[in-house]
């Protein structure tokens, strides 16, 4: 692999990677295999200065070892690096990294989503003041050029939601357990065996990776400060087979989606909403049929419309081909001079409460198989204003099997009606509830 500088340019940009896993490597490789292409693209080479790894007597395949160091500040901190790519992971010590790289006039490439969606008010500051760059395209979505289609091409619109599945590991997940059967537990160990999952998937199945994405779509789209503190988020580990193969057979797929979206409060004021959380999707919609590990998100703007972005939401060299385009991007601007589009929060919206959240449940119960029940049931429903869309009854052994799809409420009135259904006499369990969304009705 050649990690020299491209002898078509007159001048060189040195480069420091911060990591060299799954994504790391593969942006180490195709910088050297497209090194020329590059330079061109550029106006001006492209020459890797080193590469941070916490283990530096490994031997890597292809690289060399001149180029690696476990001390990223020192690699940051050298006069011949200008730009910086972050692609270890984790939050404190890449922040520490990459603020002291940008406070020290580096350009940043980061594919960090945790570390932009908890510290991007900070970093977005400290690029500002030293007249630098930040780009994240690969932090959302991976190869899907998400960021900058909201950062550039949609600058100009009103954008009213952003939506669609967003992690690649727990759609690789999902979609394995809906066509094969397959086991929970098998298809994530088969995913971090793929390089898709986080170093710790936990942030994966329970949703936060997801979260972190919802947070940086919705602040780029709603032009707001949205942290993933902010993101409501509810993970994938407590889907059950049972409630997959329950989900195909009333036609539906079960999707891990994050939702950006404006919304009017019940006091009538614009807010924006983020949130991460299992939904079932009728089967005839797109979303449903997006398999394997990629993702899909759908924007809706003011005068664009309805917008589709498909493509893959994770592994080494889709997630480099999104960090590459940033270094490229970056690199132009060390030879040309300009800026890449910076934060824009200046609409600073309210973030909605989640019971403030427009949605519709699909809940499955257990109930005593008498007269009357249905009645007590629809009591609880209108008590608290949730209009029921289809009732759906069989026998169950003793009991009587009853599934309730509502029509569109608020989030808090559906949870309220799930929690009185759950004391009252004639439910003798609440099976599972889950929202339900992208049903047109
Ligand atoms: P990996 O765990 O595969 O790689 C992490 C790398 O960071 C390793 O090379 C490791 O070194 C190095 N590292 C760890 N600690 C330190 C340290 N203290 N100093 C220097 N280097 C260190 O992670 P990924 O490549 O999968 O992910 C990297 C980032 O990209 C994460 O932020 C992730 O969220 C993001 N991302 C990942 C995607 C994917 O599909 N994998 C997709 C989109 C974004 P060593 O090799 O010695 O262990
Ligand atoms: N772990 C993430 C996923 C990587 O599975 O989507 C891509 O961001």
Known sequence: MSQTPSTTANRTVGIAILGLGTVGSEVLRLIGVQADALAHRI????????????????????????????DAMSLINRDDVEIVVEVIGGIDYPRELVLAALRAGKSVVTANKALVAAHADELSAAADEAGVDLYFEAAVAAAIPVV?????????????????????????????????????????????????????????????????????????????????????????????????????????????????????????????????HPALVPREHPLASVSKSYNAIFVEAEAAGSLMFYGNGAGGAPTASAVLGDIVGAARN??????????????????????????????????????????????????????????????????????????????????????????????KKVTSVIRLENEDV
């Open 43 to 70: 106006g001006g080479g492209i020459e890797i200065k080193g590469v941070a790894v916490s283990d530096a007597s490994r031997p890597r395949e292809g690289v060399d070892p001149a180029l690696l160091t476990e």
């Open 148 to 276: 900058g289609m909201l950062r550039r091409s949609l600058a100009g619109d009103q954008i009213q939601s952003i939506a669609g599945i967003v992690n690649g590991t727990t759609n690789y997940i999902l979609d394995a357990m809906d066509t094969t059967g397959a086991d929970y537990e098998e298809m994530l160990a088969e995913a971090m065996e793929l390089g898709y999952a986080e170093a710790d998937p936990t942030a994966d199945v329970e949703g936060h990776d997801a979260a972190s994405k919802a947070a940086i779509l919705a602040s780029l789209g709603f032009h707001t400060r949205v942290k993933y503190d902010d993101v409501y988020c509810e993970g994938i580990s407590k889907i059950t087979a049972d409630d997959i193969k329950a989900a195909r057979t009333a036609g539906y797929a079960i999707k891990l989606l994050a939702i950006c979206e404006k919304l009017q409060g019940e006091d009538g004021r614009d807010y924006v909403s983020a949130r991460v």
């Open 334 to 427: 060390k030879v040309h001079g300009g800026r890449a589009p910076g934060d824009s929060t200046y609409a600073n919206l309210p973030v909605a409460d989640f019971g403030q959240v427009l949605t519709r449940y699909h809940i499955d119960m257990q109930v005593c198989d008498r007269t009357g029940v249905l009645a007590d049931l629809a009591k609880i429903f209108a008590e608290n204003n949730i209009s029921m869309r289809a009732v759906r009854q069989e026998k169950s052994g003793d009991n009587a099997r009853l599934i309730v799809v509502t029509h569109t409420a608020r989030e808090k009135n559906l949870a309220a009606t799930v929690e009185q259904l759950r004391k009252c006499d004639a439910v």
